[in-house]
């Protein structure tokens, strides 16, 4: 059973589709990679999923509900969590602090409350951040800030969570770590919609996926039927041979 589905979808930017009339579902529970050429959509898509960008057209329901237009933190609220492409971590604070404002949503002070103290603290060894807690976020090398992203949008209780090229800077190690941690969500049962240009992780990790280009929908199915498709190998490769989505 599909959680997003999303319904000719369609954004302009002065007059220039970036998006046309894109429509696909995402089944609950499923690591869905959406993947293309540079220019081809994926953050604007991302971005009206999340509510940074309202559609020109079309829909997007979250469990049945629609959602196209709300704003994000009203979407945020209903289920769907996201990182960014560059993490964006609160610089003056400690990785611990940066969690418990993320999670905050009530009227106490979040500083003193032991309850998100402790969720806060699970996330981060979730996420293998614990014994960085106390340091500051900006500290972080690259691949510790893309935890501290996922970390920071696990506190929202997602059940949709939408990652923005999580891989992109990383070395072997940050990769797999990181992959190990999105296998983990997996297994909680959590649905992750991942954008992604790193071809080894998207085949590694998805169940199925969506491939745009200049903005539509060119083909849509599982790695192994993406990496026998002449469409999409000619939309990433153009006419260059000897090459796939392995290398």
């Given amino acids: 059973m599909n959680i997003v589905e999303v319904s000719r ?22 690591i869905h990679a959406i993947i293309g050429p540079n220019g081809s959509g994926k953050t604007t898509l991302l971005n009206i999923l999340s509510g940074v960008y309202k559609p020109s057209s079309g829909e997007v329901r979250l469990r049945g509900r629609r959602i196209d237009g709300a704003h994000p933190f009203e979407i945020a609220r209903q289920g769907m969590g996201r990182t960014f492409q560059t993490p964006r971590p609160l610089r003056s ?3 611990l602090e940066n969690l418990l404002l993320a999670g905050h949503s009530s009227g106490s002070w979040w500083r003193f409350d032991s309850a998100k103290r402790a969720k806060a603290m699970e996330t981060l060894h979730f996420v293998g951040l614990a014994d960085a ?7 972080l090398p690259q691949g510790q800030q893309r935890l501290l992203e996922i970390a920071r949008a696990l506190c929202l209780d997602p059940q949709v969570l939408l990652l923005d090229e999580p891989h992109a800077g990383l070395n072997p190690v940050e990769t797999e770590r990181l992959m190990d941690v999105i296998r983990a969500l997996h297994g909680r049962g959590l649905t992750v919609i991942l954008v992604e240009h790193e071809m080894r992780v998207v085949m590694t990790l998805a ?3 969506t491939v745009l ?6 083909v849509e199915g599982t790695p192994s039927e993406i990496q026998s498709s002449p469409a999409a190998i000619e939309a990433y490769l153009g006419s260059r041979r000897g090459k796939s989505f392995h290398g």
Wanted: hydrophobic fraction near 50%.
């Fill in 207 to 209: 169940q199925r996926i």
């Fill in 93 to 95: 604070m400690s990785v």
């Fill in 133 to 139: 807690a106390d340091s500051p976020a900006i500290s």
């Fill in 9 to 30: 979808l369609t954004k302009h930017f002065a007059g220039v589709a970036a998006l046309g009339d894109v429509s696909f579902g995402v089944e609950g529970g499923a």
């Fill in 213 to 218: 280009n200049f903005g539509k929908l060119l």
